[in-house]
């Protein structure tokens, strides 16, 4: 176990190498300059989520104050089996939580992706309601005193707006998104709810998601926010889509938070983050094996600048902006939707040293 007192004796260290070899003074730190304005999350993986690595742990508590985890509270990892449940990782995140005074955001309780395998084997209404019903009451009401928020429903939307067909859909109808609300409220009742998605900035995609967030409305269960994830492209950050979503949402009576934010540098020949869409493998799709060349590194810093200055315009709707993933090396883009390739879409880079993109964030509180 990591006491605090380790912790920050392992940050002096990190300071004090850095001076020495003078390849990082102190770094500020984005949840301090950010604090008067909106929370700043990153997704954590099970090795930082078990603090496996002690200075990887003082960094992401001097650089965030909440955090999501990119994994383990998906059903099919902390609902195995029919009967069984395997809460020993989200556990450790909740007292990684505590510990080191960092919100979290329970992801997630109903999404079609990453379910349990059993599922594929059910054919009846009543099984997977009954499925439905035990897993948001038994995870939500395990986490009902120590965990900040739930993304309840993840990507129910297809591009166009309409529902996308999953299992909840085809077996319950389209009342099962209000019905998660009421259920995850019932177990929790003091957490905030929320739908997330990715695209959902997008005009086609954004009207399905207002048409929705109003349907759960209408039923009487509560909505606390919207997460729009925010996997983007650089280069072809939908700012004017972002905007105006903020408003639109905002106007429903709901927080707004960009939930897993990440600028992609890699060729790609679609948008969004559709875990089953993959491209083939193909050396001309990792030409950066070598390091980024500077006019991607300039063009990644001036998106993420422009973003956050959006952001603070909107700070009053806006309340929480999470990266999804502490350092490049730990994206999920170095593996999808080509595996094995060197991406580069966070503020940090493999050592977590600040890139220049993170220098425009910061600079945009002096
Ligand atoms: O843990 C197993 C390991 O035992 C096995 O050897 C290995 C072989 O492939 O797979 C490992 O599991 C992988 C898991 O990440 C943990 O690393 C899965 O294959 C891989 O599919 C999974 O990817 C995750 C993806 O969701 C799957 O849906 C990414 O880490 C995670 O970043 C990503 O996150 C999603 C959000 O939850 C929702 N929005 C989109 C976002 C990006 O896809």
Redesign the pocket.
């Known amino acids: 176990m990591i006491s605090k007192r380790n912790i920050r004796a392992v940050s002096t260290a990190i300071l004090i190498m850095g001076a020495i070899s003078g390849f990082s003074q102190s770094i500020p730190s984005l949840k301090d300059a950010f604090k008067n304005d909106f929370g700043i999350g990153t997704?954590l993986?099970?090795s930082q989520i078990e603090e496996r690595d002690p200075a990887m742990t003082a960094f992401i508590v001097s650089q965030f104050n909440m955090a999501t985890p990119?994994?383990v509270m998906?059903s099919a990892l902390i609902h195995p089996k029919w009967d069984t449940y395997d809460f020993v990782v989200p556990d450790k995140l909740v007292e990684f939580g505590k510990k080191h005074n960092i919100k979290i955001n329970g992801?997630?309780l109903i999404?079609h992706?990453?379910l349990p395998s059993f599922i594929r084997g059910i054919r009846s209404k009543d099984s997977i309601q009954t499925f439905f019903n035990d897993h948001i009451k038994t995870v939500a009401s395990r986490y009902k005193d120590n965990i900040f928020s739930w993304d309840v429903v993840?990507?129910a939307l297809n591009e166009d707006g309409t529902l996308r067909k999953t299992v909840f859909l085809d077996y319950l109808g389209e009342g099962y998104i209000a019905e998660a609300f009421r259920l995850t409220q019932q177990a929790a009742p003091n957490v905030e709810l929320y739908y997330?998605d990715?695209n959902n900035e997008q005009p086609a995609k954004r009207a399905g998601c207002i048409e929705l967030i109003k349907k759960v409305q209408a039923s009487g269960a509560r909505i606390d926010g919207v997460g729009i994830?925010g996997?983007w492209h650089v280069g072809k950050v939908p700012f004017k889509d972002i905007e105006e979503s903020i408003m639109q949402y905002a106007a429903l009576g709901l927080k707004v938070m960009f939930t897993?934010l990440d600028i992609e540098v890699l060729p790609r020949n679609f948008q969004g983050?559709?875990?089953n869409q993959r491209m083939g493998s193909d050396p001309t799709l990792n030409p950066y094996t070598a390091g980024l060349p500077d006019e991607v590194q300039q063009q990644l810093a001036a998106d993420y600048e422009a973003l956050f200055k959006l952001f603070l315009k909107h700070k009053d709707k806006v309340t929480r902006v999470t990266f999804?993933?502490v350092n490049d090396g730990n994206?999920?883009l170095n593996?999808?939707p080509v595996r094995g390739r060197t991406n580069y879409p966070l503020l940090f880079d493999r050592n977590n040293q600040p890139k220049p993109a993170f220098y425009k964030v910061i600079g945009l509180k002096k």
């Open positions: 997704a993986n099970n990119e994994n998906k992801h997630t999404w992706s990453q993840n990507e997330n990715y994830q996997h897993e983050a559709d875990v999804w993933g994206s999920w593996g999808w």
